[in-house]
């Protein structure tokens, strides 16, 4: 897959496309959500996939070309989404883990890959944001949002575990987020890159 990518800035005509690609990497459709399971034995386990199974980086790519470009730039939106599911088991005598937690870092910017049409431009990683096609009533799962360019964690998503239960308990949070380029800002033709980073806590 391949990932995507202003400010008010005078546009320029810049022949070319622009093509965004943002690599999904874990650390570690429908009705989404947070549900809880009750399991007959189990130890603590937490689980995160973001994209397709098997421990596939994915590729979410954006080409701003033609329309996107002139008259007015438009924003670019990927159609397909890319799903973020988390799994946490609690033992049954684990009293002291109570939460999970789903952070998100990405690097300051996409970098050019292509110096000779871009050179050294670096396009903004808080120009790619994302809608939560399925978010649940809580609030507590992933959000609608933007990725907030400081090349620190930001936190996504945050919930309970049970706190008391018969048996051990598996809790489930499953996202499908749509990703979109803002292209608020005209950049030189080329090719841009840039990697994010989900990782999963549970404590």
């Given at each position: 897959m391949h990932h995507r990518s202003g400010s008010h800035e005078r546009r320029a005509l810049v022949?070319?496309?622009?093509?965004?690609?943002?690599?999904?990497?874990?650390?570690?459709?429908?009705?989404?959500?947070?549900?809880?399971?009750?399991?007959?034995?189990?130890?603590?386990?937490?689980?995160?996939?973001?994209?397709?199974?098997?421990?596939t980086i994915d590729n979410v790519a954006?080409?701003?070309?033609?329309?996107?470009?002139q008259p007015s730039p438009a924003p670019v939106t990927r159609p397909d989404t890319v799903?973020?599911?988390?799994?946490?088991?609690?033992?049954?005598?684990?009293?002291?883990?109570?939460?999970?937690?789903?952070?998100?870092?990405?690097?300051?910017?996409?970098?050019?890959?292509?110096?000779?049409?871009?050179?050294?431009?670096?396009?903004?990683?808080?120009t790619i944001s994302w809608v939560s096609t399925n978010p649940d009533a809580t609030g507590l799962d992933i959000q609608s949002g933007s990725f907030n360019a400081s090349g620190s964690p930001q936190q996504l998503a945050q919930f309970p575990l049970p706190l008391l239960s018969l048996l051990s308990a598996r809790t489930e949070m499953n996202n499908a987020l749509r990703f979109r380029y803002a292209n608020s800002t005209l950049y030189p033709s080329g090719t841009y890159t840039g990697r994010v980073t989900f990782t999963a806590t549970m404590f």
């Open positions: 022949p070319g496309a622009v093509a965004l690609a943002l690599l999904l990497a874990p650390a570690g459709a429908a009705q989404a959500v947070i549900t809880t399971t009750l399991l007959t034995l189990s130890g603590n386990r937490l689980t995160l996939r973001v994209g397709s199974t098997g421990g954006f080409t701003v070309s033609g329309a996107n470009l799903t973020v599911l988390l799994t946490a088991d609690k033992a049954l005598l684990a009293l002291a883990v109570t939460t999970v937690r789903l952070t998100v870092t990405a690097a300051p910017g996409l970098g050019c890959t292509t110096p000779t049409s871009c050179g050294s431009t670096s396009i903004p990683f808080s």
